[in-house]
């Protein structure tokens, strides 16, 4: 796979999962919309919005997906701006992989101590995971050289 369909890769998911974090910080403004996203008793935003287990370290959980998911943008993006300097790539590997921890923690929280899933959050955590994917991926493959692109001159 090549670096540029990596990227997109990536980039989707981090704005997808950035729309599911920044919706899920208005479920907290705007109670009703946690009924957007409750299927039944299990699959309900509103369980885990109401259950008082949604901060962590002081901050809202919806917050430290807004904020990772920012950083993974930023992260990505510079990764790409420097392709040759791998530590940007590999910086990323750190990032999401923090965030995946993370996102475990709170998989954890909502199904071993609230017995409830947010079908917003999951869907956050499953964009996460996408980006750590495209982040091993990306760290991994070979440094593209300009000759690799996709336009070419032919030889007459």
Do not use: K, Q
Not at 10 to 17: D, H, K, L, V
Not at 91 to 100: E, F, N
Not at 126 to 147: H, K, N, Q, S, Y
Request: charged share 15%; net charge negative.
């Amino acid at each position: 796979m090549r670096t540029r369909s990596i990227r997109t890769l990536i980039y989707a998911a981090a704005g997808i999962g950035l729309l599911l974090a920044a919706f899920a910080a208005f479920e907290v403004i705007d109670a009703s919309l946690t009924r957007l996203c409750t299927i039944n008793s299990f699959f309900s935003c509103a369980a885990v919005a109401n259950s008082g287990h949604t901060t962590t370290l002081y901050l809202p959980d919806w917050l430290w997906g807004v904020l990772g998911f920012v950083l993974i943008l930023v992260v990505a993006a510079l990764a790409e701006r420097n392709p040759r300097d791998r530590r940007y790539a590999w910086g990323l590997v750190g990032l999401t992989t923090a965030g995946i921890a993370l996102a475990l923690y709170f998989l954890y929280v909502e199904l071993g101590v609230i017995h409830a899933v947010c079908t917003v959050c999951a869907s956050a955590y499953a964009m996460g995971f996408i980006c750590w994917g495209g982040a091993i991926a990306l760290a991994r493959a070979p440094v593209e050289t300009p000759d690799d692109g996709d336009e070419y001159e032919e030889e007459s």
